[in-house]
Nanobody, 122 residues
Framework: QVQLVESGGGSVRSGGSLRLSCAAS????????MAWFRQAPGKEREGVAA???????SYANSVKGRFTISRDDAKNTMYLQMNSLKPEDTAMYYC????????????????WGQGTQVTVSS
């Protein structure tokens, strides 16, 4: 069973940076796509970025050029480097993973972390 634990959230001023980490266990790196989601109060959860085991990445338009997703497979850890943060980036951020099965989507995960809060003030 995949277990995901996020860390690195906090409060920053607009324009600042944060790096989120997601420590993963219980899976084989080559068989999973991992992603970051976020949910702001009163809004639906949205996919922010994903990185598959082949190195391919994707980003939401709202974060392109500001956020970078990466994985250190040796440490079983995924990261989200967030630069030029804006107040609208304020949300609970979740780490997620999905196993490679027929028709899988990185943005339709079946394993979730507990979330880490990011707050950006103007």
């Amino acid at each position: 069973q995949v277990q995901l634990v996020e860390s690195g959230g906090g409060s920053v001023r607009s324009g600042g940076s944060l790096r989120l980490s997601c420590a993963a266990s219980g899976y084989t790196n080559s068989n999973y796509c991992m992603a970051w989601f976020r949910q702001a109060p009163g809004k639906e959860r949205e996919g922010v970025a994903a990185r598959d085991s082949d190195g391919s990445t994707s980003y939401a338009n709202s974060v392109k050029g500001r956020f970078t997703i990466s994985r250190d497979d040796a440490k079983n850890t995924m990261y989200l480097q967030m630069n030029s943060l804006k107040p609208e980036d304020t949300a609970m951020y979740y780490c997620a993973a999905v196993r490679h099965t027929f028709g899988y989507s990185c943005y339709n995960p079946n394993a979730w972390g507990q979330g880490t809060q990011v707050t950006v003030s103007s």
